[in-house]
């Protein structure tokens, strides 16, 4: 695979990885307005939220483990830029 292909495919990668990013961040906006609603109900039960917040717990762990990883593709694109730029 040449350094471009290379660069080209994380590229890609590293698209895939934002949407990702910005679905789940989408999603945890959700969960959240959808605790605030049945929390401001003065006879909510904790099991009313509980599953909410679980899936909010697992949506910030994706999110902080497809953070990482896109700036893991972001420096590894940055050191493939000044690689082609220095082979130009």
Same mark, same amino acid.
């Given at each position: 695979m040449s350094l471009k292909?290379?660069?080209?495919?994380? #590229? #890609?990668?590293?698209?895939?990885v934002q949407k990702n990013l910005d679905t789940l961040k989408q999603?945890?906006?959700?969960?959240?307005t959808q605790i605030q609603v049945i929390e401001r109900n003065p006879n #909510?039960?904790?099991?009313?939220?509980e599953p909410l917040y679980e899936l909010l717990w697992k949506a910030r762990i994706d999110?902080?483990?497809?953070?990482?990883?896109f700036h893991t593709l972001t420096l590894q694109l940055q050191q493939l830029n000044h690689i082609l730029e220095d082979l130009h």
């Amino acid at each position: 695979m040449s350094l471009k292909e290379t660069y080209d495919d994380l #590229f #890609f990668k590293s698209s895939e990885v934002q949407k990702n990013l910005d679905t789940l961040k989408q999603r945890m906006e959700e969960l959240d307005t959808q605790i605030q609603v049945i929390e401001r109900n003065p006879n #909510f039960l904790e099991t009313d939220v509980e599953p909410l917040y679980e899936l909010l717990w697992k949506a910030r762990i994706d999110y902080k483990k497809q953070q990482t990883e896109f700036h893991t593709l972001t420096l590894q694109l940055q050191q493939l830029n000044h690689i082609l730029e220095d082979l130009h």
